[in-house]
T-cell receptor
Framework: KNEVEQSPQNLTAQEGEFITINCSYS?????LHWLQQHPGGGIVSLFM???GKKKHGRLIATINIQEKHSSLHITASHPRDSAVYIC????????????FGKGTKLTVNP | GAGVSQSPSNKVTEKGKDVELRCDPI?????LYWYRQRLGQGLEFLIY????????KSGLPSDRFSAERTGESVSTLTIQRTQQEDSAVYLC??????????????FGPGTRLTVL
């Protein structure tokens, strides 16, 4: 079993829909990252969080430390949101290693 | 200011040859990371540098892989005697990493390595 599991693996939505991507992890962490990988391959860091909730524009990320679960929400989705969204965790064992989920491929149709 | 840059953007090499990949982090960023992404696969951690501390090499897949960083500047990832399974996009990221706390990582565009 992978230490970081994302669901769904693929997601297709219509423009305007509310999107939720989930990430569950099985290890102790000091932080969780949400990354966006564009079709061209470039990676952008969206959020880094260790507790609670963060919001940036139409994006919201939440984390529940007790349940070892995080969600990434996109409100009023747009075709330009189409990308692969990757969850990654920084382990709490004193290592800087990030462990990555396999990603969720989101396609937003106009 | 400029973001993280990597060179070359693409590299095609023959099996058995050595390759060097370069990463220029954002100025002032003390932490630097190398990752690998094979086709259709997720990202894999390779190595981490923080200031003058000993690097975390726990992700390097074999002794054919090595990396260096001069101070808090340029890093070079070297793959010796390349194999076809080394074909991947190699990504570099840097972060400010004040006081050893987790910090946002800024990714470079990657180097696509193809081993024939």
């Amino acid at each position: 079993k992978n230490e970081v599991e994302q669901s769904p693996q693929n997601l297709t939505a219509q423009e305007g829909e509310f999107i939720t991507i989930n990430c569950s992890y099985s290890v102790g962490i000091s932080a969780l990252h949400w990354l966006q990988q564009h079709p061209g391959g470039g990676i952008v860091s969206l959020f880094m969080l260790s507790s609670g909730k963060k919001k940036h524009g139409r994006l919201i990320a939440t984390i529940n430390i007790q349940e070892k679960h995080s969600s990434l929400h996109i409100t009023a989705s747009h075709p330009r949101d189409s990308a692969v969204y990757i969850c990654a965790v920084r382990l709490d064992r004193g290592s800087e290693k990030l462990v990555f989920g396999k990603g969720t491929k989101l396609t937003v149709n106009p | 200011g400029a973001g993280v840059s990597q060179s070359p953007s693409n590299k095609v090499t023959e099996k058995g040859k050595d390759v060097e990949l370069r990463c220029d982090p954002i100025s002032g960023h003390t932490a630097l990371y190398w990752y690998r992404q094979r086709l259709g696969q997720g990202l894999e951690f390779l190595i981490y540098f923080q200031g003058n501390s000993a690097p975390d090499k726990s992700g390097l897949p074999s002794d054919r892989f090595s990396a260096e960083r001069t101070g808090e500047s340029v890093s070079t990832l070297t793959i010796q005697r390349t194999q076809q399974e080394d074909s991947a996009v190699y990504l570099c990221a840097s972060s400010l990493q004040l006081a050893g706390l987790p910090d946002t990582q800024y990714f470079g565009p990657g180097t696509r390595l193809t081993v024939l």
